[in-house]
C-alpha cells in the first residue's frame, strides 16, 4: 500500500506559473517510473509527463513540452511537475502516479500505473 500525495494546485491567471509536488509514503523501487496525469472538465484523463526514478530519463505529452519539466528528488521521495506558460486549456485536476518498473506497457497509459494520487486542482484563468 503506497500512497501518493499532491500538492500545490491553485488558481493563477494565464501565462503564470505553478509547481506541483508529489510525495510518496515509502521510497520508490530503483525501476519505478514516476508520472503526472490530467483530467480536465468533461474530458478523459490524459498523460502529461513521466520521469524514471533512477535514472531521470523523460517522456512529455506533445500539448506540454518545452512549458512543463518533470523532476524528482529521490531523498524526499518526490517527484515535482514544474509548469510555466500556463494556458486555459491546461485547467484540470492533476494527478500524480507511479509504477514499479521501467519496462512493460508504454508510459502513456494509465492503465499500467499501480498507485494515484488524490488529485490537485489547477484553474488558469484567461
Known amino acids: 500500500q503506497v500512497q501518493l500525495v499532491e500538492s500545490g494546485g491553485g488558481v493563477v491567471q494565464e501565462g503564470e506559473s505553478l509547481r506541483l509536488s508529489c510525495t510518496a509514503s515509502?521510497?520508490?523501487?530503483?525501476?519505478?517510473?514516476m508520472g503526472w496525469f490530467r483530467q480536465g472538465p468533461g474530458k478523459e484523463r490524459e498523460f502529461v509527463a513521466a520521469?524514471?526514478?533512477?535514472?531521470?530519463?523523460?517522456t512529455y505529452a506533445d500539448s506540454v513540452k518545452g512549458r512543463f519539466t518533470i523532476s524528482r528528488d529521490n531523498a524526499k521521495n518526490t517527484a515535482y511537475l514544474q509548469m510555466n506558460s500556463l494556458k486555459p486549456d491546461d485547467t484540470a485536476v492533476y494527478y500524480c502516479?507511479?509504477?514499479?518498473?521501467?519496462?512493460?506497457?508504454?508510459?502513456?497509459?494509465?492503465?499500467?500505473?499501480?498507485?494515484w494520487g488524490q488529485g490537485t486542482q489547477v484553474t488558469v484563468s484567461s
Open positions: 502516479a507511479a509504477r514499479e518498473s521501467y519496462y512493460g506497457r508504454s508510459v502513456y497509459s494509465a492503465g499500467t500505473y499501480d498507485y
Open positions: 515509502t521510497r520508490p523501487s530503483n525501476s519505478a517510473i
Open positions: 520521469i524514471s526514478w533512477s535514472f531521470g530519463s523523460t
